[in-house]
């Protein structure tokens, strides 16, 4: 018998369980980057939405009339000098706060849609919920595009148009997290969402290459076709995806092999579900520590959350009051807060700083500021290892926090100096203030809100998730109206706000590192039980 080619062998020597759950791994960081590549655009476009053309020649006017006689693609004229070439209504003297009140419309409507989102989301289907949410962002992001094409100068249609986007936008990060909490297993999931969490970035670098190609020509492209490509991937969610590892039949977790696969290939093994049925096993330490809070006495009444059962065996959906009652829920949202004001503080200003400090220009800047999203990607898969080998997601957070604030004083003192030191300092920089970012909103949700306390139901996940991003949301509002309230007394007083947000964010996480270090079985500090009813 002829041997079997590598590549069939390296097949068949995964397991059908592990192909699935790569399948979905692959399927939700493609869902949700593209969610991202549909919010790029309209930081690319703004320096076309208002800009000064140099002069004109005659021959340039002459092609340019020439040009437009030749296409039916309508083009804004300037009303009152021949080098404006600003798209009204953002050729006023006010264009910053109009420009500014886009960005501040979505991301508010994202902070207020993100309760709802989870809420809503326990209750439908993962797979129409998201599909649907896609569909109507991707309609909802060509729309904007779509004023470009039918020649629309109303500030209120595109204000209404970035509210209504963020809305629909808040069914991904609650569904897609759900999703992949369902699939993997508590084992490494540091390092699985650390890895898959690096979707952001990719999402962000896509969308501004698909922008920046029709930015200067016919920038309602840069909003039409990322739009497309979001309800084309809304239509692969709804004939792929695959919302829970029961639904076909597969185990939803794995775990290390202390003597490896039978075969010696595998470092994993399938897990072997365990049912209610057991009670004569011992207890893990996980679960002795939920049980006994200080290791000598039971957890308080006050810590069991009764939960009602939906009348076919299974237990209700949980309500927003019960996830905020999950111990480490609240400490984790108001950390996230002011983690994410300071992550997004540096997504929206971060190249207008390079371009003062470092004298380069927009595109340099931009480009250069990219630096800061690889330190990131380093960042949140750093984090989750650390977190994984310690069991410690409080702790690892505290720590990269502790050393982001000093990292942040560093960075306005060194990049002052040079190029070289500026992308030194924004690859440190991006890691350590993305880190905890990264690992709250993803392996830290999906640890409270699949916790063992909940005996297999799986029903907390996306309202805790939407709790803790939509909690982050609103510093993300705040952070670039702070910077840009802040700037124009120094850059200093930037930094020195930052450095605040970044001490707040440890504060809020003091009782969950001295719960983890005092109770090793802990991973999230106090734990809490749900009894079904």
């Not at 931009?366 to 409080?394: M, P, Q």
Request: charged share 15%; aromatic share 10%.
């Amino acid at each position: 018998m002829a041997p079997l080619p590598a590549g069939i062998r390296f097949i068949i020597s995964f397991s059908r369980d592990q192909w699935y759950r790569a399948f979905i791994f692959v399927l939700t960081f493609l869902l949700y980057a593209s969610f991202h590549l549909s919010r790029k655009p309209i930081s690319i476009v703004k320096g076309e939405l208002h800009r000064y053309c140099a002069a004109l020649n005659e021959g340039d006017v002459e092609l340019s009339s020439q040009s437009q006689r030749a296409s039916d693609t309508p083009r804004h004229q300037p009303p009152d000098n021949e080098t404006d070439c600003s798209w009204a209504p953002f050729d006023q003297d006010n264009y910053q706060q109009l420009l500014g009140a886009l960005d501040y419309s979505f991301l508010c409507a994202y902070a207020i849609g993100m309760y709802l989102s989870g809420i809503i989301g326990e209750r439908l289907p993962i797979r129409y919920y998201l599909t649907s949410g896609m569909l109507a962002s991707g309609a909802f992001t060509a729309l904007f595009g779509l004023g470009y094409f039918y020649n629309i100068h109303s500030f209120g249609f595109y204000v209404v148009t970035q509210i209504i986007n963020g809305l629909v936008q808040t069914t991904g990060w609650p569904s897609v997290v759900t999703c992949l909490g369902n699939w993997f297993g508590k084992g490494r999931r540091g390092l699985i969402m650390g890895v898959w969490n690096s979707h952001t970035s990719v999402g962000n670098i896509l969308g501004s290459l698909i922008a920046g190609y029709w930015v200067s020509t016919c920038w309602g492209l840069s909003f039409i076709v990322p739009g497309a490509i979001v309800a084309a991937m809304g239509i692969v969610c709804f004939l792929f995806l695959i919302e829970h590892p029961k639904d076909i039949a597969c185990s939803s977790s794995l775990v290390a092999h202390s003597r490896g696969h039978e075969n010696g290939a595998h470092r994993f093994r399938l897990q072997k579900q365990v049912f209610a049925d057991d009670e004569n096993k011992p207890l893990d330490p996980e679960i002795q520590c939920l049980l006994l809070s200080d290791g000598k006495h039971p957890v308080h009444q006050s810590h069991v959350v009764v939960l009602p059962a939906d009348g076919r065996g299974s237990m209700a959906a949980i309500s927003f009051t019960g996830a905020l009652r999950i111990p480490g829920v609240i400490e984790f949202s108001l950390c996230l807060l002011f983690a994410k004001l300071v992550s997004y503080t540096f997504l929206f200003w971060l190249p207008l700083y390079i371009t003062s400090v470092d004298h380069l220009d927009a595109r340099q800047a931009g480009e250069l500021s990219t630096l800061f999203d690889v330190g990131g990607i380093f960042g949140g898969i750093l984090a989750g290892v650390i977190s994984d080998r310690l069991e410690k997601r409080a702790s690892t957070c505290g720590l990269m926090l502790l050393l982001a604030a000093p990292t942040l004083y560093m960075f306005s003192t060194i990049s002052r100096m040079g190029l070289e030191a500026t992308i030194a300092m924004l690859l440190l920089s991006g890691a350590l203030v993305s880190g905890p970012y990264a690992l709250i909103t993803t392996a830290v949700s999906a640890d409270l809100g699949t916790h063992k306390s909940l005996k297999g139901n799986s029903h907390a996940l996306a309202t805790v998730t939407a709790i803790i991003d939509g909690t982050g949301s609103v510093g993300a509002a705040l952070g670039p109206l702070l910077a840009g309230l802040l700037s124009p007394s120094g850059w200093n007083n930037v930094f020195y706000m930052l450095m605040v947000a970044d001490a707040c964010a440890l504060l809020f996480l003091i009782r969950l590192i001295h719960k983890e270090l005092s109770c090793p079985g802990s991973a999230a500090g106090d734990q809490v039980l749900f009894k079904e009813h």
